[in-house]
């Protein structure tokens, strides 16, 4: 008996493996997430302040980290609005208007899109998109080209294939009965679209857009490249403005210390953000799992 | 009389359609209007999928208030041809029609003509109910308002009358906007489904195979219906069940598969005739339950 | 009516207009790379040492990048297919099914720079081991292994029942049916998801820049082949800066007289090498599946 059950216990333990580097992780970045609080004494209020002066040597010092909370989403929410029209609109050509040619040549176009790694983007958004700011929008304050925009622009095109493709799904989920009851009583393509179709695929482009915003406010490399990386609250798309991802990929390396632990606190509420976003999809998609 | 004589190439292994005896019937004998304007005709009219022909020359007349059934056998291109009297064959990637196809003598497929305008003149109810995943009145509220009524007294109106008529209001009337369409019985759906269609005030009403989905007494409920409708609208149905043509319909169109695996129309005849004594061989041996 | 016609044709406008320009954004994209790199490209590139006063060559990284992918998927493989075959096969509805669900969700949507964070931490610091090539590896392994659970539990699930039905009835047990019946069909699936996964470990920066490492290498022996030396390009324990990781740091920190020329070169062999990943895992899934069918 104990022999035959030998494969089942070995797969389970290697799935196990996923829920152990789940606990690790947890416990590790939230232990070294409070180091701020328990050991060097930070008030927890203080990580609301809008004044971020980490350097030790410097007075006045304080770990504020609302610029960056506050950039992460100022981030984030403008990429997914410039974002979200444009990967819906194509998941909506894919599934309900595109003749069989044109979808052979999206569909591996996305794939494509998917594969392009975040530096490329990066070092795309840092070679093209910030002088081209420069120098054409520099009348409307992009000084550097470095800015809120530029961040938010390359993450729209980072996070375009993943709205894309899954709000595909969602829309090809909606059964094709749907489609033809609205055709056979009258109505126009579009009418079917945006009266049956898209109604009845809403939680899914929900999901698609949740999971869009995941990878915005966590991507690091190309935001860091082309945002400027100026620690303020953001008030103006024309300004630098920084992320979490980006302050601790600049930081991690020579900070030492308070400041140090203040990048680990950063990474903890990265990952509150991130969980926050997974109990989000999970609460879309309880009707779906029930069904 | 108007058999597709010159249209096609006759084989010598396919019977000859034989030729509509409407006019040697005698109309207080049948209770049909021999002068009844034609709703649809189709004029030999052949569908392919891609290069694969469906069905061939079919030609026949479809008179105004009446019932008309399609029976035979399985893909022999009933649905097809149904489909093809409100364009709905367009959606299909690969599907062509040739031959003439009119409602009220006009061409259906003329380049000017819509398929929109098709469709809102012949309504078409599918044989699996397929209803909106909305609530009963959000169901049968969507053909008028996607046609621009927006007046909700008007609406209101529009859909108890829509459900009265589809023997459905009864049954739903205490929750048409808490209950869901999706949340009704098949026989129910069906109904709402029906009802949707009335709503949009249709001309015709094609159905393929309404019942297929439903027990025998949602099937008595909606043959029932059929027979009030006609008085106001033109039907076309498909059915498998030949009592069920039989006890609606008062002609009746036979298609069989031909050896090229097309099918065609191979008689159509006052559905007494066809039941009791119909003039191809074929069409006997299917009737009486001796095909294949 | 001719109102709800306009919208209708209007929309259709739009709606092409919106694919036309995301994949124009794309051809461009693709198209600039290819551009600007053909009057500096040789394949020499792909060898020769970085360097600062000339273009030199992304050799050492190249190497790297290579390496942690056999060493990554060398981890990942052997526990990624076993557990989706558990979750396929095995898992019940309970909680701990729905807590290994929920760990995979939670890693899949985890920052990688959180990952490489928590890598840093506990095989960097933890460990004692410094930037090395197996620390990026464990770190890689973290947040892969739940991508390729799933995708070997879908490839498995859509094994037909009556694949397994057979095999049971003949009197196998479960594992000899899933063993010879179930995932002789599966492999095409689950190598399609191996080699996706594997075109991720080429792309990511974010979790290696702080676990395997950010220096710039040179002049690897490749015989030296005491894999305990850190001087050993095979050694798992020494600093492995990938092709990845070389772009960003080489753009960040601005060195060298040819940064641009360089960048531009190495994001096209990156954009190469991932699309070389996903064409493979479709002509790879592909061909064994006719292989399998064709049995
Ligand atoms: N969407 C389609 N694409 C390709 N071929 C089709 C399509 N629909 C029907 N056909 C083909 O056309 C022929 C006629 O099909 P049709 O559905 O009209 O038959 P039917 O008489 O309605 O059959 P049934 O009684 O089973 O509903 C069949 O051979 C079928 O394979
Ligand atoms: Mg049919």
Redesign the interface.
């Known amino acids: 008996m104990a022999r035959l059950d030998a494969p089942r216990r070995i797969t389970l333990g290697a799935a196990l493996v996923v829920i152990a580097a789940v606990v690790l992780l947890l416990g590790f970045i939230v232990w070294r997430g409070v180091q701020l609080f328990v050991v060097s004494g930070v008030p927890v209020t203080q990580i609301l302040s809008p004044t971020w002066q980490p350097d030790p040597l410097s007075e006045g010092t304080t770990y504020g980290l609302l610029p960056f909370i506050a950039g992460t989403l100022a981030v984030m929410v403008v990429a997914a609005v410039v974002s979200t029209p444009l990967s819906v609109g194509l998941a909506l050509f894919m599934a309900e208007v595109a003749p069989t040619w044109a979808r052979r040549i999206a569909q591996p176009a996305m794939e494509v899109f998917v594969g392009i790694p975040s530096v490329v983007y990066g070092w795309l958004g840092l070679t093209i998109l910030v002088p081209f700011l420069r120098v054409h929008f520099g009348w409307l304050g992009f000084a550097t080209g470095f800015s809120w925009l530029a961040g938010s622009l390359v993450l729209a095109l980072m996070i375009l294939p993943t709205i894309t493709s899954i709000s595909y799904d969602a829309f090809v989920a909606v059964p094709a009965d749907m489609r033809s009851a609205s055709l056979a009583l009258g109505t126009t393509r579009w009418q079917a679209i945006r009266h049956v179709v898209l109604p009845a695929a809403a939680t899914g482009v929900a999901t698609a857009i949740v999971f869009g915003l995941t990878r915005a406010a966590g991507e690091a490399l190309a935001v860091q490249m082309v945002i400027g990386n100026a620690p303020v609250i953001p008030t103006s798309l024309a300004r630098p403005v920084t992320t979490l991802t980006s302050q601790i990929t600049l930081d991690m390396s020579d900070a030492t210390g308070t400041w140090n632990e203040a990048l680990w606190t950063m990474g903890l509420v990265l990952l509150l953000i991130s969980l926050a976003f997974v109990l989000l999809i999970r609460w879309l998609g309880r009707g779906r799992s029930q069904a | 009389m108007n058999t597709p004589q010159g249209a096609s190439t006759v084989t010598a292994t396919r019977p000859t359609p034989t030729p509509l005896a409407i006019a040697s019937l005698q109309p207080e004998l049948t209770g049909l209007d021999p002068d009844a304007p034609v709703k649809l005709r189709a004029q030999d009219v052949s569908i392919r999928y891609g290069d694969r022909v469906a069905v061939r020359d079919v030609t026949l007349d479809v008179p105004e208030h009446s019932v008309m059934a399609f029976i035979g056998p399985s893909g022999c291109g009933k649905s097809t041809v149904l489909r093809c009297f409100?364009r709905?064959n367009d959606?299909i990637?690969g599907a062509a029609v040739e031959g003439r196809v009119e409602l009220d003598g006009e061409d259906v497929y003329a380049p000017s003509v819509?398929p929109?305008?098709v469709?809102?003149?012949v309504?078409?109810v599918?044989q699996?109910p397929?209803?909106?995943?909305?609530s009963i009145y959000e169901n049968v509220a969507?053909?008028p308002r996607?046609?621009?009524e927006q007046g909700k007294a008007r609406l209101d109106d529009v859909v108890e009358r829509s459900l009265r008529q589809a023997a459905l209001w009864d049954e739903v009337k205490d929750d048409l906007r808490k209950k869901s369409g999706l949340s009704l019985s098949g026989g129910q759906q069906q109904r709402l489904?029906i009802a949707?269609?009335l709503a949009?005030d249709p001309e015709v009403i094609l159905m393929d195979e309404p019942c297929s989905a439903l027990d025998p007494i949602a099937t008595l409920k909606i043959e029932e219906l059929i027979g009030q409708l006609k008085v106001d609208y033109t039907i076309v149905i498909v059915t498998h069940n030949m009592q069920q043509a039989a006890r609606v319909s008062d002609r009746t169109a036979f298609f069989t598969l031909g050896e090229d695996r097309a099918g065609y129309l191979v008689e159509l005849d006052e559905t007494l005739r066809i039941f009791t004594n119909p003039a191809n061989q074929l069409t006997e041996d299917y009737v009486s339950g001796r095909f294949g | 009516m001719r109102r709800v016609l306009a919208a209708d044709r209007l929309a259709t406008a739009v709606l092409w207009a919106v694919a036309v320009f995301v994949i124009l954004v794309l051809v461009a994209i693709i198209a600039y790379f290819v551009i600007e790199s053909i009057p500096t490209f040789s394949l020499a590139f792909l060898f020769a040492d970085p360097s600062l006063t000339e273009i030199g060559g992304i050799g050492p990284v190249l190497w790297n990048s290579v390496y942690m992918l056999v060493l990554t998927m060398l981890l990942t493989v052997p526990l990624g297919v076993l557990g989706g075959i558990y979750m396929a096969e095995y898992a019940g509805e309970g909680r701990l099914t729905n807590a290994i669900r929920f760990s995979q969700e939670l890693i899949s949507s985890v920052p990688s720079i959180v990952v490489g964070l928590f890598g840093f931490a506990l095989f960097v610091a933890a460990t004692g081991w410094g930037f090395t090539a197996l620390g990026g590896a464990l770190t890689l392994m973290v947040f892969n292994l739940p991508l390729l659970l799933r995708l070997s539990e879908q490839a498995i699930r859509t094994v037909p029942a009556d694949e397994r039905a057979a095999s049971l009835a003949l009197g196998a047990t479960k594992w000899q049916t899933i063993r010879h019946a179930v995932l002789p069909v599966a492999i095409p699936g689950v190598v399609t998801g191996i080699v996706l996964t594997a075109g991720r470990v080429f792309g990511e920066a974010a979790a290696l820049l702080f676990t395997a490492g950010l220096s710039t290498p040179t002049r690897y022996d490749f015989s030296n082949l005491n894999l305990l030396d850190p001087q050993s390009p095979w050694s798992p324990f020494r600093n492995a800066t990938t092709l990845s990781v070389f772009i960003w740091k080489s753009n960040s920190e601005g060195l060298g007289n040819y940064v641009h020329e360089v960048a531009n070169m190495s994001s096209m062999v990156l954009i190469v090498m991932v699309l070389a990943f996903n064409l493979g895992s479709r002509w790879l899934g592909g061909a064994l599946q006719r292989h399998v069918s064709g049995l």
């Open positions: 409100d709905m959606l990637p819509l929109v305008e469709r809102r003149k309504g078409l599918f699996r397929n209803p909106f995943p909305m969507f053909g996607r046609h621009g489904c949707r269609t949009t």
